[in-house]
């Protein structure tokens, strides 16, 4: 368990809300070079980066159409590299996400392979003939819609697991895991520390193309046969001894299930490093049992070689503090969770405008929303004969702006994000770096209060739990590493909780208030953490 990642805390750049470097209204890598020393003093290890490779953004970069070179809206080769080295001259790492399971259908190897049955890019992808004039089988596409499409030039439809300018590359043909492999070495040759996998686990779908089986109860398809195919823990273990083979890369894994038996054969030694579990990040408000039952499951399943991440929000979701909010209490609730995400056993993930309390942002006009998923949702909601209202309602619940407006860097035009309009629209609040950032109380210095205590202290960085319990809405767990123990209090209840503390303990941090004693009891929604005494 010595490797640099065990250790870490990552923080997700959105690409292009983080900061507008050249005044374009897009986040690029000048604004993210300029705000690496917010992030060495937030006590940030890794930076995870979305795509930023040339794509249309159907689907905002995870559509790419050339794998070897940053998109203009971002920036240059030579912004990017400059980025790395002044990222890496802070002893930050850069992981970047990498797309290997589709191209977007403007790609040169698409245009190519639709162009006749005969071009040699044509096994690049997954065609196959209609059946009885319909689609080959009845996939639906994991966006919603069918998973199909009937490309008029050569009679033969295409198959896309998400929208249909995302076409799956079809990784039963050398040539094309041999150009994928080609894309990673082209990024670890530049520096970069290693790699998100996105879906990684449908880059094998059956060759039998049987139809998916349908859930009667929750009126949608079960993805049966086009995610977790017989083969792909060999792919990933291919990729991930290529990876590792240079020094010091890492792994991270988005993996489509919420089933710990599927997501724990996907990481360890020889596989993954980590899987992101979206069982966490995925619970729909403020439970504390769902989270207690998650956290103590995790550490059941996993083996010595395998570690949890710990994530409650990311580009594809609502924004935990949005989620999880209690009247009146929002801001308490969300620094409760930030304690259990940098205390718990498991490798954090904050993502960007988290560790200032950035709220979901809700879309009243359709033509604002950029998101794809957004949209499909509301055309879908439409044809189903749902009103204007109910479809944008669709479009706000299945979109995933909401978690995707400018980050908030100070209180003026445009948060301080660009000097022009960005590229989505930006919500109206106080939160801001500015305001809180000299500020002993806010939610940003408890986060960097936090992020320094978990550095200097093994026990939660390398410790295993001695003890886990919920008690009544009172989470508490210990974890130990050789002679030190950490002992963390979270009330996840509305009223206020007595608590027996032994004086071998002494505190330090609460998220509610300055302790310089053993409190008798916890507030309502408040997190403590005592250390063992020495």
């Known amino acids: 368990m010595g490797n640099w990642w065990n250790k870490a805390v990552f923080y997700e750049i959105y690409m292009p809300s983080f900061c507008d470097g050249n005044g374009d209204g897009i986040g690029d890598f000048i604004g993210i070079t300029s705000k690496l020393d917010y992030l060495k003093e937030l006590g940030i290890d890794g930076i995870w980066l979305t795509p930023f490779y040339r794509s249309p953004k159907v689907d905002n970069g995870y559509d790419i159409s050339d794998y070897y070179t940053v998109d203009p809206d971002y920036g240059t080769m030579e912004d990017f590299e400059r980025f790395l080295v002044k990222a890496h001259a802070r002893n930050i790492k850069v992981i970047i996400d990498i797309v290997l399971n589709h191209t977007s259908t403007e790609h040169r190897w698409f245009q190519e392979s639709r162009s006749s049955k005969v071009n040699p890019k044509r096994g690049w992808y997954i065609w196959r003939d209609p059946v009885n004039g319909n689609a080959p089988n009845n996939w639906h596409s994991f966006m919603g819609g069918p998973a199909w499409t009937f490309d008029e030039k050569t009679g033969q439809f295409f198959y896309h697991s998400f929208a249909e300018q995302q076409v799956d590359l079809n990784w039963t043909n050398p040539e094309v895991k041999a150009e994928m492999f080609r894309v990673m070495r082209f990024w670890l040759d530049k520096g970069v520390d290693g790699f998100r996998l996105d879906v990684i686990n449908h880059?094998?779908?059956?060759?039998?193309?049987?139809?998916?089986?349908?859930?009667?109860?929750?009126?949608?398809?079960?993805?049966?046969?086009?995610?977790?195919?017989?083969?792909?823990?060999?792919?990933?273990?291919?990729?991930?001894?290529?990876?590792?083979?240079?020094?010091?890369?890492?792994?991270?894994?988005?993996?489509?299930?919420?089933?710990?038996?599927?997501?724990?054969?996907?990481?360890?030694?020889?596989?993954?490093?980590?899987?992101?579990?979206?069982?966490?990040?995925?619970?729909?408000?403020?439970?504390?049992?769902?989270?207690?039952?998650?956290?103590?499951?995790?550490?059941?399943?996993?083996?010595?070689?395998?570690?949890?991440?710990?994530?409650?929000?990311?580009?594809?979701?609502?924004?935990?503090?949005?989620?999880?909010?209690?009247?009146?209490?929002?801001?308490?609730?969300?620094?409760?969770?930030?304690?259990?995400?940098?205390?718990?056993?498991?490798?954090?993930?904050?993502?960007?405008?988290?560790?200032?309390?950035?709220?979901?942002?809700?879309?009243?006009?359709?033509?604002?929303?950029?998101?794809?998923?957004?949209?499909?949702?509301?055309?879908?909601?439409?044809?189903?004969?749902?009103?204007?209202?109910?479809?944008?309602?669709?479009?706000?619940?299945?979109?995933?702006?909401?978690?995707?407006?400018?980050?908030?860097?100070?209180?003026?035009?445009?948060?301080?994000?660009?000097?022009?309009?960005?590229?989505?629209?930006?919500?109206?609040?106080?939160?801001?770096?500015?305001?809180?950032?000299?500020?002993?109380?806010?939610?940003?210095?408890?986060?960097?209060?936090?992020?320094?205590?978990?550095?200097?202290?093994?026990?939660?960085?390398?410790?295993?739990?001695?003890?886990?319990?919920?008690?009544?809405?009172?989470?508490?767990?210990?974890?130990?590493?050789?002679?030190?123990?950490?002992?963390?209090?979270?009330?996840?209840?509305?009223?206020?909780?007595?608590?027996?503390?032994?004086p071998i303990y002494e505190v330090v941090l609460s998220s509610r208030r300055n302790l310089n004693f053993l409190p008798r009891e916890i507030l309502p929604f408040e997190g403590i953490v005592l250390i063992e005494k020495g």
């Open 203 to 502: 880059l094998k779908v059956t060759d039998r193309f049987d139809d998916n089986p349908w859930d009667e109860k929750a009126g949608e398809q079960i993805h049966f046969y086009d995610k977790n195919q017989e083969g792909i823990l060999e792919v990933v273990e291919e990729i991930a001894a290529f990876v590792h083979s240079f020094p010091d890369k890492f792994l991270v894994g988005e993996v489509s299930s919420e089933d710990l038996n599927e997501l724990k054969n996907y990481c360890g030694k020889g596989k993954m490093d980590v899987v992101f579990q979206f069982n966490l990040g995925s619970i729909p408000e403020l439970d504390v049992g769902k989270i207690y039952q998650q956290i103590k499951e995790m550490d059941i399943a996993y083996k010595d070689d395998q570690l949890p991440t710990l994530f409650f929000g990311s580009h594809d979701m609502s924004r935990f503090i949005t989620r999880f909010a209690v009247d009146g209490e929002e801001e308490e609730v969300a620094k409760l969770i930030s304690t259990l995400m940098l205390t718990a056993k498991g490798v954090p993930f904050i993502y960007y405008g988290e560790e200032i309390g950035m709220r979901d942002f809700v879309i009243d006009d359709i033509s604002k929303m950029k998101d794809v998923q957004g949209l499909i949702a509301y055309h879908l909601a439409l044809e189903a004969g749902k009103t204007e209202k109910e479809a944008l309602d669709e479009a706000n619940r299945n979109g995933r702006d909401r978690s995707r407006s400018p980050m908030q860097w100070s209180q003026t035009t445009s948060y301080g994000f660009s000097n022009v309009e960005p590229w989505i629209s930006v919500p109206i609040n106080d939160v801001s770096v500015e305001k809180q950032i000299k500020d002993p109380a806010s939610m940003l210095s408890y986060y960097r209060n936090l992020i320094a205590f978990r550095r200097s202290n093994p026990a939660l960085t390398m410790g295993n739990y001695v003890h886990l319990q919920l008690d009544n809405q009172l989470f508490n767990y210990k974890r130990k590493y050789q002679d030190v123990m950490v002992n963390v209090y979270l009330n996840f209840s509305d009223a206020i909780r007595k608590i027996n503390l032994s």
